[in-house]
């Protein structure tokens, strides 16, 4: 099993950037693939990116393409999301969320990190 914890979320103006950190408890970091998703207000929660084992191959909503950047650091148990050019439509609860099966479903999530961008 693995622990989650985002951080880095907070209030920034249309067109800045945040950096979402995930830090991930147990030394099998490495052999999950990992998300990022969003659920704003009144939404259905969406899959924002996601990134294989190496960090070789990742995948973007096409809301954020070209803005967002996902990456791990294996060394430090640790995924990331560098989100910039926001939008106040970016406004929401980000979490980060880990998959053992590779392919599976996401088993394990963290609690959310609230990020508000305002106009």
């Known amino acids: 099993q693995v622990q989650l914890v985002e951080s880095g979320g907070g209030l920034v103006q249309a067109g800045g950037s945040l950096r979402l950190s995930c830090a991930a408890s147990?030394?099998?970091?490495?052999?999950?693939?990992m998300g990022w998703f969003r659920q704003a207000p009144g939404k259905e929660r969406e899959l924002v990116a996601e990134?294989?084992?190496?960090?070789?191959?990742?995948y973007y909503a096409d809301s954020v393409k070209g803005r967002f950047t996902i990456s791990r650091d294996n060394a430090k148990n640790t995924a990331y999301l560098q989100m910039g050019s926001l939008k106040p439509e970016d406004t929401a609860v980000y979490y980060c969320?880990?998959?053992?099966?590779?392919?599976?479903?996401?088993?394990?999530w963290g609690q959310g990190t609230q990020v508000t961008v305002s106009s």
């Open positions: 969320a880990a998959d053992p099966a590779l392919g599976g479903p996401y088993d394990y």
């Open positions: 147990g030394r099998t970091f490495s052999s999950y693939r």
């Open positions: 990134i294989n084992l190496s960090g070789g191959s990742t």
